[in-house]
């Protein structure tokens, strides 16, 4: 406000602070991180920090003009800025190679109303594998650091675990420990969702052996003892990734019935009345009680009273899953 008042009482300064430039200007000076990997190509990361949105934000209502009138490539363009060298902001790298923070990015967009499309960044970045060394490496960097760092990372690379050798080359490099690390309870709620998610992927697309080695880790007692803990929405993550990783095989699915998952579970949709949360349970009940050989009957018998209550909905995905536990 200050430094505001002293521009405002320059020549010009008034209609500076009121200028589309100034906005653009201020879109371009993002926090930039440069990470390098092994293989030698680095990513670039780029978050804004509250002062900086305080002051763009400010821009704009000092200004008074509709931000949706800006020129989509105008403000691509400012934004680019951000990963440029701050001793050659003439050199950008190749967008490929930049990411703007998912976080940032929604503020942009749905605080701010800015004119920004995921197409523009998102979709560039979270279909380049060759990023993977990089995404892990910082996740082992950030350990215990910048969280919002975490959650991009954790966000970049569940998009990226969707193949088999992906999967594969993420498992060399490492990233099994450190995602049973960020399902720690000590991490914030959003830590836990994203690690649930990767684990989700992994279980999902990824081979027996990979769902062999992620138990090996030690992660589905970790996993059932954070469903018992977790808050609603990061106890239906962590249930559909042991419903995934169950799923795997007969020895995975005993493993987590083993492990005592279907009490916390039938808590879980116990304490709940929402849609969402009967449909991963049952969901899941469902995977627990398939396969060949059957499960130990005792292990899975406590569902059968919740179970008739489930048949009553009115949800069709609840009543499939239901049936399917039948069978």
């Given at each position: 406000?200050?430094?505001?008042?002293?521009i405002?009482?320059?020549?010009?300064?008034?209609?500076?602070l009121?200028?589309?430039?100034?906005l653009?200007?201020?879109?371009?000076?993002?926090s930039r991180y440069?990470?390098?990997?092994?293989?030698?190509?680095?990513?670039y990361?780029v978050?804004f920090?509250?002062?900086?949105?305080?002051?763009?934000?400010?821009a704009i209502?000092?200004?008074?003009?509709?931000?949706n009138?800006l020129?989509?490539?105008?403000?691509v363009?400012a934004?680019?800025?951000?990963?440029?060298?701050?001793?050659d902001p003439?050199?950008i790298?190749?967008?490929?190679?930049c990411?703007?923070?998912?976080?940032?990015f929604?503020?942009l967009?749905?605080?701010?109303?800015?004119?920004?499309?995921?197409?523009?960044?998102?979709?560039?970045?979270?279909?380049?594998?060759?990023?993977l060394?990089?995404?892990?490496?910082?996740?082992k960097?950030e350990?215990?650091?910048?969280?919002?760092?975490q959650?991009?990372?954790?966000?970049?690379?569940?998009q990226?675990?969707v193949d088999?050798?992906?999967i594969?080359q993420?498992?060399?490099?490492?990233?099994?420990?450190l995602?049973v690390?960020?399902?720690?309870p000590?991490?914030?709620?959003?830590?836990?969702v994203?690690?649930a998610k990767?684990?989700?992927?992994i279980?999902?697309?990824?081979?027996?052996?990979h769902?062999?080695?992620?138990?090996?880790?030690?992660?589905?007692?970790?996993?059932?003892?954070h469903l018992?803990?977790?808050?609603?929405?990061?106890?239906?993550?962590?249930?559909?990734?042991?419903?995934?990783?169950?799923?795997?095989?007969?020895?995975?699915r005993?493993?987590?019935?083993?492990?005592?998952?279907m009490?916390?579970?039938l808590?879980l949709l116990k304490?709940s009345?929402?849609?969402?949360?009967?449909?991963?349970?049952?969901?899941?009940?469902?995977?627990?009680?398939?396969?060949d050989?059957?499960?130990?009957f005792?292990?899975?018998?406590?569902c059968?009273?919740?179970?008739?209550h489930?048949?009553?909905s009115?949800?069709e995905?609840?009543?499939?899953n239901?049936?399917?536990t039948?069978?």
């Amino acid at each position: 406000v200050q430094i505001e008042s002293i521009i405002e009482t320059r020549p010009g300064g008034h209609d500076l602070l009121r200028s589309e430039s100034r906005l653009l200007y201020l879109l371009g000076q993002g926090s930039r991180y440069e990470i390098h990997s092994d293989n030698g190509t680095p990513f670039y990361y780029v978050q804004f920090f509250k002062e900086l949105f305080d002051e763009i934000k400010g821009a704009i209502e000092v200004a008074g003009f509709d931000v949706n009138e800006l020129a989509r490539e105008d403000v691509v363009k400012a934004l680019m800025r951000s990963f440029a060298r701050g001793d050659d902001p003439d050199r950008i790298p190749l967008k490929s190679q930049c990411y703007l923070s998912r976080r940032m990015f929604m503020y942009l967009k749905k605080r701010l109303k800015l004119p920004i499309y995921e197409e523009d960044w998102l979709d560039y970045f979270v279909t380049n594998k060759q990023n993977l060394p990089q995404i892990i490496k910082v996740l082992k960097v950030e350990r215990s650091g910048n969280i919002m760092i975490q959650v991009d990372c954790l966000f970049l690379l569940s998009q990226l675990l969707v193949d088999v050798p992906t999967i594969q080359q993420a498992i060399d490099m490492g990233i099994l420990p450190l995602l049973v690390d960020f399902l720690n309870p000590q991490n914030k709620l959003v830590i836990m969702v994203n690690a649930a998610k990767a684990v989700y992927k992994i279980c999902i697309y990824g081979t027996v052996a990979h769902a062999q080695a992620l138990m090996e880790t030690g992660v589905i007692p970790k996993l059932v003892h954070h469903l018992s803990l977790a808050d609603e929405v990061v106890a239906q993550n962590i249930a559909l990734a042991l419903a995934s990783l169950a799923s795997k095989s007969t020895f995975c699915r005993d493993a987590a019935l083993r492990a005592e998952i279907m009490p916390p579970l039938l808590r879980l949709l116990k304490s709940s009345n929402q849609l969402s949360t009967m449909q991963t349970v049952s969901e899941v009940i469902a995977t627990l009680c398939q396969g060949d050989p059957k499960p130990d009957f005792a292990l899975v018998e406590p569902c059968l009273e919740p179970l008739s209550h489930l048949l009553l909905s009115d949800d069709e995905q609840v009543l499939m899953n239901s049936c399917a536990t039948l069978t």
